[in-house]
């Protein structure tokens, strides 16, 4: 039986809905734990959509007990390349805004005058 504060921790509890993108099980395979009394589970409802909520770490066992374990280590290996490969995603767009921004002020730079009086030779700092 899990302690009460172990349902507000952040990251102890997961959605139906979440499990299946995360472990590729169903709502039924959720609720088919509850029955056996494996699963603790609280309903809940956002914008009228009712989900089911479980102990992630029950649930992990629950997966590895039924379905094996190589089908939990698989998803999670799954679920967390997606998690990096949209990440990286995220940092070449980011790269790429940054890269523009620079070759912005370059250009800026080399039509300020200088100290001198020599138009175009701005100094390039940090430039490789």
Sequence with gaps: MAEHGEWTLK????????A????????D????GIRSGKLEYREGAIWGNPYIKVLRRELE?????????DHLRLN???TELRGIMKEMAVLR???GELQA?????EKTMMKLPTETGVLGNAPTAGRR
């Design 11 to 18: 990251g102890a509890t997961i959605s139906d809905v979440t």
């Design 76 to 78: 999670k290996s799954q």
């Design 101 to 105: 921004r620079r070759t912005e002020i």
């Design 20 to 27: 299946m993108k995360e472990y590729g099980v169903g709502r």
């Design 29 to 32: 395979f959720i609720v088919k």
């Design 93 to 95: 767009k980011r790269l």
């Design 61 to 69: 066992h629950y997966i590895a007990e039924e379905l094996g374990a």
